[in-house]
């Protein structure tokens, strides 16, 4: 709008009927067509709802690898003190078997 009122002022066409030449303005109605592309807040809306998106997947992911390595923690766990168990029972199997 501003491009077209600085090559024709109010007082141009206030008082004329006829039409007055303007080629970009089918390159504006094609280009505002879509309210994203014309739209700065709207672009940069639609961008963080896309990141927001990419995030929430991200954070998903790291909790369920979080669960996974709990999971492992706690299996490690159980084998320590099954090894312990065993340790512990295998030295009194031998300490029955030593003859000195």
């Given at each position: 709008?501003?491009?077209?009122?600085?090559?024709?002022?109010?007082?141009?066409?206030?008082?004329?009927?006829?039409?007055?030449?303007?080629?970009?303005?089918?390159?504006?109605?094609?280009?505002?067509?879509?309210?994203?592309?014309?739209?700065?807040?709207?672009?940069?809306?639609?961008?963080?709802?896309?990141?927001?998106?990419?995030?929430h997947k991200t954070i998903?992911?790291?909790?369920?690898?979080?669960?996974?390595?709990?999971?492992?923690?706690?299996?490690?766990?159980?084998?320590?003190?099954?090894?312990?168990?065993?340790?512990?029972?295998?030295k009194k199997q031998n300490?029955?078997?030593i003859v000195m």
């Amino acid at each position: 709008m501003d491009e077209f009122l600085s090559r024709y002022p109010r007082s141009a066409f206030a008082n004329s009927n006829a039409e007055l030449p303007f080629p970009p303005l089918k390159e504006y109605i094609v280009k505002y067509q879509d309210p994203h592309a014309a739209d700065s807040i709207m672009k940069i809306q639609k961008e963080l709802d896309e990141t927001k998106i990419v995030l929430h997947k991200t954070i998903e992911s790291v909790l369920e690898r979080g669960e996974k390595i709990d999971n492992l923690v706690a299996k490690s766990d159980g084998l320590s003190a099954q090894s312990k168990m065993f340790y512990t029972q295998a030295k009194k199997q031998n300490s029955c078997c030593i003859v000195m």
